[in-house]
């Protein structure tokens, strides 16, 4: 089956701590993307990728990284430096050709929580 | 303004009624349109796209899009409880631009 994958389901951190959120997908997609959603607030683009080795910074980037080094994968590490951590985290992906390639597709959500 | 706006909601429409949902966009350059589900606890599921002014109809699902006045709408025939969740409308603004800019979302129940 094709799809987005996202692990771990929900995650608890202590405050000052980096993570690692993992995003893999297998529907051959060139561009990947992570979203924050936060309670009545809406999706937030942090960082995208259009080709491996390539990303760029989306609207809240500040206090996140993310790595591009296989099409596969998309991980994305939340840092010590992001004052309000806890949030939902989405992964999607998209083609980057042809009729469906702004269409974005989303893995299951990693639920974040940091005390 | 924002970029992408919706009624928050809730929206609350008798099962077997037609829900209609409402999305406006600031940015005249807006290519693609799309619609989300997002049921409560869960990531949002893509149910309908659309690029050119019009109608395009799926099954129960009807988007409509009018350039000119900036909004796109989706309508839901014959609703059913499992219909009720939250719709999110996204807009993709700049040609050859892979970013979507999302609303925050319409949340409908669907009255049994």
């Known amino acids: 089956d094709g799809g987005i994958t996202q692990s771990p389901k929900y995650l608890f951190r202590k405050e000052g701590q980096n993570v690692t959120l993992s995003c893999e997908q297998n529907l051959n997609h060139d561009a990947m993307y992570w979203y924050r959603q936060d309670p009545g607030q809406g999706l937030r683009l942090i960082y995208y990728s259009q080709i491996v080795n390539d990303f760029q910074k989306g609207d809240i980037a500040e206090g996140y990284s993310v790595s591009r080094e296989k099409k596969e994968s998309f991980p994305l590490t939340v840092t010590s430096a992001q004052k309000n951590p806890t949030a939902f985290y989405l992964c999607?992906?998209?083609?980057?050709?042809?009729?469906?390639?702004?269409?974005?597709?989303f893995g299951p959500g990693t639920r974040l929580t940091v005390t | 303004q924002k970029e992408v706006e919706q009624n928050s909601g809730p929206l609350s429409v008798p099962e077997g009624a037609i829900a209609s949902l409402n999305c406006t966009y600031s940015d005249r350059g807006s290519q693609s349109f799309f619609w989300y589900r997002q049921y409560s606890g869960k990531s949002p599921e893509l149910i309908m796209s659309i690029y050119s002014n019009g109608d395009k109809e799926d099954g129960r699902f009807t988007a409509q899009l009018n350039k000119a006045s900036q909004y796109v709408s989706l309508l839901i025939r014959d609703s059913q409880p499992s219909d009720s969740a939250t719709y999110l409308c996204?807009?993709?603004?700049?040609?050859?631009?892979?970013?979507?800019?999302f609303g925050t979302g319409t949340r409908l129940t669907i009255i049994p």
């Open positions: 999607a992906s998209s083609g980057t050709s042809g009729i469906k390639s702004y269409e974005q597709y």
């Open positions: 996204a807009v993709r603004s700049n040609f050859g631009n892979e970013k979507l800019t």
